[in-house]
């Protein structure tokens, strides 16, 4: 099973239609592969439809042209074995941090004590015991994508698309957050697919990078093994060596 | 378990050392100073006989205001003409409220719906309520029927239009997590739609509520023989100002009144807002 290709996606292309007819294309001919339990790093400057690409395999979006499997069948619209964690958080500001970890048990009609102990194992994966009650609003940034995490944890999905979840950070605390997510994934593995912009986070939290040509329509640029044990230092000779391949090879640097 | 502290900024006040600039920049010194003032000024006005005797002082307001406390006035005390006014509002507010809003919610979340109603709405919709008076006065009589109507209309706008754009103006984002998590349509609109327009319907409530009292007070001072706004017609034919000044004066206080009870219960029924809004 290990070896697996849990999600492919095959010649994903897609086009959007602004302002009545114009015709946008923003990726074309995407094909990837991601192994059981691999975490897989879409690296891609901004507009290089990064994003559009993980809605698509998260389902949310329909693919031009090409498709998705995950565990061999396709995807057609969004499901709860995927789980999306979103740039700008998306919380529930109506709902605690409880109500929002326990939402996607709660809509799967989990019994009641199920799914208290569901979401407090989340809660406290994620450093957050004692926020229980606190709401969305009283929360941090950090704390919020932790929130965001959880609640898509809670849930139980075979696949995380996390789609830049530390953008809004400021860097210290992102490069904190890195580290949780490493923590958190080598805790309790799942197939994770990470988008980001920033070559760091890539090679700090990534098995392998797959890295998207500038500009529209997103292209595959290259593939890079992350051959680095964990926990990684970001001063480590081969991660700046990597650091500096991609930098080198990619137009990131605007 | 690691540890979220230093994520967590703690604001304390600092509390600066007691001095008389304190007070005088004080919040509520400063509150004191405009109303005193503004209460010297009106004295004034009123002393001086600038309006000739077309003012009343304060106290001779005041006065007047304890005297129909118990005084009737065309058969009614002042709290019997204030609950003639609030009693019509209560009715025409429940009922244009208990129509616009689940109206509104429905035109957002079906566009054939809104299809149908929104021509029709954006006719109604600039035609100030007022104007409906003398249509319903013929329609419904001079009873109470008549005011009712105008407070139905006057609600219904701003409570449609608030539950409408509350439910258009939430991030589409918010039903991709509950898609994502496996809901269903049920569930998009029971987790996000109404949540989210929450405090939207309750501006549209709040807006309301001021719609309703400028319309029970202007279908009072076309025909009535009770309520705030007949009182303060009643000051100006008897040609006596401290009567009209009083009923201003608790036309004021009952819709501040009626207002912080909506407020009220906002706050108890979107627990998130608490500390969101602080003016």
């Known amino acids: 099973m290990a070896n697996e290709d849990k999600i492919i996606c095959e010649h994903i292309s897609k086009e959007f ?66 789980g999306l964690v979103f740039q700008s958080y998306m919380l529930f500001p109506w709902k605690t941090v ?27 994966l994620v450093g957050l015991q ?60 799942r197939t994770v697919i990470f988008v980001t912009n920033n070559i760091d986070e890539a090679i700090y939290l990534g098995d392998r990078i797959f890295s998207l040509k500038g500009k529209l329509p997103g292209r595959m640029h290259q593939v890079y093994p992350v051959g680095l044990p964990r926990p990684r230092e970001h001063t480590d000779m081969k991660f700046l ?3 500096h391949q991609i930098t080198e090879a990619s137009d990131l640097t605007l | 378990m690691t540890s979220v502290a ?29 109303l005193t003032a503004f209460f010297l000024i009106w004295d004034y006005v009123a002393v001086s006989r600038i309006l000739g005797s077309a003012m009343a002082r304060p106290y001779e307001v005041a006065v007047q205001l304890n005297t129909m406390m118990t005084d009737p006035l065309a058969g009614k005390s002042l709290f019997g003409h204030i609950w003639a006014s609030t009693q019509r509002i209560l009715i025409g507010f429940a009922i244009g409220a208990a129509l616009a809003t689940p ?23 600039p035609m100030p309520p007022i104007a409906w008076i003398s249509i319903a006065i013929l329609w419904f009589g001079i009873g109470e029927p008549s005011k009712v109507f105008i ?47 929450f405090p939207a319907i309750f501006a549209g409530l709040q807006i309301s509520l001021s719609s309703a009292w400028s319309c029970v007070l202007a279908a009072e001072l076309v025909s009535a023989r009770s309520g705030l706004g007949f009182i303060t017609l009643l000051g100006m034919t008897l040609s006596r100002p401290a009567l009209i000044l009083g009923g201003m004066v608790v036309i004021a206080v009952v819709a501040w009144v009626t207002t912080l009870l909506v407020t009220g219960l906002e706050k108890i029924l979107c627990p998130w807002k608490r500390g969101v809004i602080d003016i």
């Not at chain 1, 326990?102 to 009609?109: Q, S, V």
């Not at chain 1, 229980?132 to 929360?139: A, N, R």
Request: proline content about 4%; aromatic content about 8%.
């Open chain 2, 103 to 125: 109206l509104g919610l429905l035109m957002a979340l079906n566009r054939h719906i809104s299809a149908v109603v929104k021509p029709l709405f954006d006719l109604i919709k």
């Open chain 2, 6 to 34: 230093n994520e967590i900024h703690i604001r304390a006040r600092e509390r600066a050392p007691f001095s008389v600039m304190i007070i005088l920049k004080s919040r509520w010194f400063l509150y004191a100073v405009s």
């Open chain 1, 130 to 189: 004692n926020f229980e009650k606190h709401y969305p609003h009283q929360l941090s940034g950090g704390m919020k994508q932790r929130v965001g995490i959880a609640r898509a944890y809670a849930n139980n999905p075979e696949v995380m698309l996390l789609d830049e979840p530390f953008g809004q950070l400021d860097a210290q605390t992102r490069y904190y957050m890195e580290k949780e997510t490493t923590r958190i994934w080598e805790t309790e593995k």
């Open chain 1, 98 to 124: 409880t109500g929002n970890v326990e939402l996607g048990p709660k809509l799967r009609g989990m019994s009641n004590k199920e799914r208290r102990k569901i979401t407090q194992h989340y809660i406290n």
């Open chain 2, 151 to 197: 407070i139905v209309i006057g609600t219904f706008v701003p409570c449609l239009l608030n539950s409408y754009n509350g439910v258009r103006l939430i991030d589409p984002q918010l039903y991709d997590v509950v898609r994502m998590l496996g809901g269903n349509r049920g569930d998009e609109i029971l987790h996000v739609c109404f949540p989210a327009a």
């Open chain 1, 241 to 243: 060596e990597l650091r």
């Open chain 1, 17 to 82: 239609i602004q302002k009545g007819k114009q015709r946008v294309r923003v990726l074309e001919d995407i094909s990837l592969e991601v192994k059981q339990n691999e975490f897989l790093v879409i690296l891609g400057p901004g507009q290089a439809g990064k994003s559009t690409l993980l809605r698509i395999i998260a389902g949310l979006e329909t693919p031009t042209q090409g498709r998705v499997l995950v565990d061999g069948r396709e995807v057609k619209g969004a499901g709860s074995d995927r």
